[in-house]
């Protein structure tokens, strides 16, 4: 073509520097048009190269994916490992994947993305002893240390970590305080239910010794560690799992069904309003139970449903559907 008109659709090919969204002008008279916003993502989906060799070829693969079609977004979850791959909608998704697999030759496996759960104390423990005490010819280790662990409030969901020393006399010297809540903290990043971050609890130093040559930092820290991975076996436990906040406009028509399939999805309505025939339904759903849900409230609504989500924090997770690593 020589030329194209205002409102033409064109297909230009061979084109390295130009990105979507990009203004093409003739060099002459220089023009920047604002380009189209990018929708935020709505379903996100876990992918991987079938073969380890592919590993790196999928990571480039996706990262132009990107560049041409900016509503994907890829993103690796820093707690479960996986990389995901989000956009529009399943078709949308499944089309990326697709053309991966097409143009690169890489076998792509996709499905769904891991929730990162966590693990909480509901009954502590008190006065939990523990000794650590180390000798392998050189200089040894010695710590003792009283720890009392406790739920971080009466609400069992509550996410933090707090760290207190009521050790009085100098029983304990404050460098090695400190090196006890380290030990602490470290102990957090994998409970003893499935290995999932500890949250949403008090870990108080009661008391405590030393020895005059063979206390470190060291000896403390890792008395802090052990003696709280202990101790937490020691208390009764349980997993929280992530609640968002799910928010449902859709055609007045189809409210009993927007509300039958949240209640199916374990989903809590706290608010739901009607404006000019249109429902507006509120609710707290567990984050496993909105994978796959945009598909299905397009099945529900005839296509005329939309929704949007907030993360709210955590709640105790029922036993039948909380899995354990």
Do not use: W
């Amino acid at each position: 073509m020589e030329q194209a008109s205002a409102g033409e659709i064109v297909v230009v090919v061979g084109l390295k520097s130009a990105r979507a969204g990009a203004t093409l002008c003739a060099p002459g008279a220089p023009i920047l048009l604002e380009p189209p916003a990018s929708t935020e993502p709505v379903v996100s989906v876990a992918v991987e190269a079938e073969r380890n060799a592919d590993t790196e070829k999928l990571a480039v693969a996706l990262a132009q994916a990107t560049e041409a079609d900016p509503s994907l977004v890829v993103r690796t979850d820093r707690e479960t490992g996986q990389t995901l791959l989000s956009g529009m909608g399943e078709l949308h998704l499944e089309v990326a994947a697709e053309k991966i697999r097409l143009e690169r030759g890489i076998t792509v496996r996709v499905g769904r993305p891991q929730v990162a759960y966590r693990e909480t104390v509901v009954r502590g423990v008190s006065g939990f002893v523990y000794r650590h005490v180390k000798q392998d010819g050189g200089a040894g280790q010695f710590a003792h240390v009283v720890l009392t662990v406790e739920p971080l409030s009466g609400h069992v969901g509550d996410t933090g970590f707090v760290f207190e020393s009521s050790v009085v006399g100098g029983r304990v010297p404050r460098e090695y305080v400190r090196a006890v809540e380290a030990g602490c903290r470290d102990a957090l990043a994998a409970g003893p239910l499935g290995g999932h971050p500890v949250t949403g609890l008090r870990v108080v130093l009661t008391d405590g010794a030393t020895h005059v040559k063979d206390s470190s930092e060291i000896a403390f820290r890792a008395a802090g560690r052990f003696g709280l991975q202990q101790a937490l076996r020691a208390c009764a436990t349980t997993l929280l799992e992530p609640i968002v906040e799910v928010t449902v406009t859709a055609p007045e028509d189809t409210a009993g069904a927007v509300l039958g399939d949240l209640a199916a999805r374990r989903g809590r309505v706290t608010a739901s309003t009607v404006r000019a025939a249109t429902v507006v339904v509120t609710a707290a759903v567990p984050l496993a139970e909105v994978f796959g849900y945009a598909t299905r409230l397009r099945s529900r609504t005839q296509g005329r449903g939309t929704f949007t989500t907030r993360a709210l924090g955590y709640a105790p997770a029922p036993a039948a559907v909380a899995p354990v690593s």
